[in-house]
Nanobody, 130 residues
Framework: QLQVAESGGGLVQPGGSLRLSCAAS?????????IGWFRQAPGKEREGVSCISWSDGDGSTYYTDSVKGRFTISRDNAKNTVYLQMSSLKSEDTAVYYCAAMIGASYYYCSSSPDDYHYWGQGTQVTVSS
């Protein structure tokens, strides 16, 4: 059974850092999948934050404008894990963060649309507050 699970959320002061992890399980070496990070704040729609294609070397990454220069996505395919390093956090980054896997993507493609993803984690809360 294919699954993804997030970890690493918590409470951090403005300007601080957190690293989220997305661990994938049940995938075989023939499953090429992209990973997306999304977030949802109370009363707001789910927003695409970042994504990374299967091939992170010559592959594709995406960042929404509000996190460019502050967030970095990376992956370790040997560990089936994707990381989202978040720095210079702001109160507006407060949300539940979800990771999701998109199966069947090409080596070099990922998507910022939640409709393109097939497997979702349960989410991890990130709260930025003093």
């Amino acid at each position: 059974q294919l699954q993804v699970a997030e970890s690493g959320g918590g409470l951090v002061q403005p300007g601080g850092s957190l690293r989220l992890s997305c661990a994938a399980s049940g995938f075989t070496s023939e499953d090429y999948y992209a990973i997306g990070w999304f977030r949802q704040a109370p009363g707001k729609e789910r927003e695409g934050v970042s994504c990374i294609s299967w091939s992170d070397g010559d592959g594709s990454t995406y960042y929404t404008d509000s996190v460019k220069g502050r967030f970095t996505i990376s992956r370790d395919n040997a560990k089936n894990t994707v990381y989202l390093q978040m720095s210079s956090l702001k109160s507006e980054d407060t949300a539940v963060y979800y990771c999701a896997a998109m199966i069947g993507a090409s080596y070099y493609y990922c998507s910022s649309s939640p409709d393109d993803y097939h497997y979702w984690g349960q989410g991890t809360q990130v709260t930025v507050s003093s």
